[in-house]
């Protein structure tokens, strides 16, 4: 069981608006920033969202964070067929002295 | 460019040994601290360690605590893991990755892993 909870998949059509929620406590994302990777089939994972909202350099703007709490989510606008990958949420943790991750929600575009 | 290159990985017994190294390149090694993550065949991503830029601090996940090290050599631009008493739930894809900071710091703690290696397949089995 990963510390901060995802949903393990989610589905959604080309051109739609998709949201990925990941939880923690307030040890985690609570007290600390969320950033987000995205890992494509067969692939290392990628940067995607650093800070809770910023994107690094080369990541479209249809990618948005947001966070509130204990709870964060990922927001991908105009979905699109290379959009299909596996998405993690990961943080500090002051309790645990580590870094936690999601466990992961696979994004499939049908 | 950043490069990360991960190597040591291969077939070990049960109760044996590895030690993992991942070369950088392109990179102020000596500024950011370093992170070792691995996938299990068909899992998640799982945290495992890291390392602060001057190898002053050292961080492990549960699972691994008591038979995992982790070390960096800053002359060579190189870190380490080593890997004892292995275990079947080893095995797994090893990425290393650089974070963004040299230690936790602040609001932002270690997690933003700026680059990443390919991975090492590291499996343990009779």
């Known amino acids: 069981q990963s510390v901060l909870t995802q949903p393990p998949s989610l589905s959604g059509t080309p051109g739609q608006r998709v949201t990925i929620s990941c939880s923690g406590t307030?040890?985690?994302?609570?007290?600390?920033?969320v950033n987000w990777y995205q890992q494509l089939p067969g692939k290392a994972p990628k940067l995607l969202m650093y800070?809770?909202?910023q994107r690094p350099s080369g990541v479209p703007d249809r990618f948005s964070g947001s966070k509130s709490g204990t709870s964060t989510s990922l927001a991908i606008n105009g979905l699109q067929s290379d959009d299909e990958a596996d998405y993690y949420c990961?943080?500090?943790?002051?309790?645990?002295?580590?870094?936690?991750f999601g466990g992961g929600t696979k994004l499939t575009v049908l | 460019e950043v490069q990360l290159l991960e190597s040591g990985g291969g077939l070990v017994q049960p109760g044996g040994s590895l030690r993992l190294s991942c070369a950088a390149s392109?990179?102020?090694?000596?500024?950011?601290?370093m992170t070792w993550v691995r996938q299990a065949p068909g899992k998640g991503l799982e945290w495992v360690s890291a390392?602060?830029?001057?190898?002053?601090?050292?961080y492990y996940a549960d699972s691994v605590k008591g038979r995992f090290t982790i070390s960096r050599d800053n002359f060579k631009n190189i870190v380490f893991l080593q890997m004892n008493s292995l275990r079947g739930d080893d095995t797994a894809v090893y990425y290393c990755?650089?974070?963004?900071?040299?230690?936790?710091?602040?609001?932002?703690?270690?997690?933003?892993?700026?680059?990443w290696g390919q991975g090492t397949l590291a499996t343990v089995s009779t």
């Open positions: 990961v943080a500090w943790d002051d309790s645990l002295n580590g870094v936690v």
């Open positions: 307030s040890s985690n994302i609570g007290s600390f920033t």
């Open positions: 800070g809770n909202n």
């Open positions: 392109g990179t102020s090694f000596t500024s950011f601290a």
């Open positions: 390392i602060s830029a001057r190898g002053d601090d050292t």
């Open positions: 990755a650089q974070d963004r900071f040299g230690r936790p710091t602040g609001r932002y703690g270690l997690g933003w892993f700026d680059h």
